[in-house]
Structures are given as structure tokens and as C-alpha cells.
């Protein structure tokens, strides 16, 4: 259960720089994160609850730990 934690975790705080507000990150990072986690879960063979549950802790942890300029998928580089 652990690896499956953790997966999540590096997939959600991958994915939690989408929003431009703190609220937004945490919401949409909360919701990236159940659906890496259910997935995770199915394909692993655990619990698909426990997995969503797990990642969108995660992913909204991560969300709202995030500021815009830590993570900003829509910022173009020069």
C-alpha cells in the first residue's frame, strides 16, 4: 500500500500546479490525484476507494502546498 501512496503522491504533486489560486490547486490537485490514485489501486489490485482516497489527500496537499510560480504548466519560456 505504501508504493501505491507514494506513486500517487509523485503523480499528484506533479499534476497540482493547474490553477492560478491556492484553492484552485488544492481543488484541482485533490481531484487529479483521486483519479491517479483509483487507477493506481485498479491496476495494482488494491482497494480503487482507498487509492482515490489516499491521492486526493495527496493531491490537495500538494495543490495548496504549491505556489504559482512553483509549478505553472500554461507559462511559456523565452
Not at 504533486?13 to 483519479?35: D, F, I, W
Amino acid at each position: 500500500m505504501l508504493s501505491i501512496g507514494l506513486l500517487t503522491g509523485v503523480l499528484a504533486l506533479g499534476l497540482a500546479g493547474c490553477g492560478a489560486t491556492t484553492g484552485e490547486r488544492a481543488l484541482s490537485g485533490a481531484g487529479l490525484g483521486a483519479a491517479a490514485g483509483a487507477g493506481t489501486a485498479y491496476m495494482t489490485g488494491g482497494s480503487v476507494t482507498r487509492g482515490a482516497v489516499i491521492g486526493g489527500g495527496l493531491g490537495a496537499a500538494a495543490g495548496a502546498a504549491t505556489t504559482r510560480d512553483d509549478i505553472d504548466l500554461g507559462r511559456r519560456r523565452r
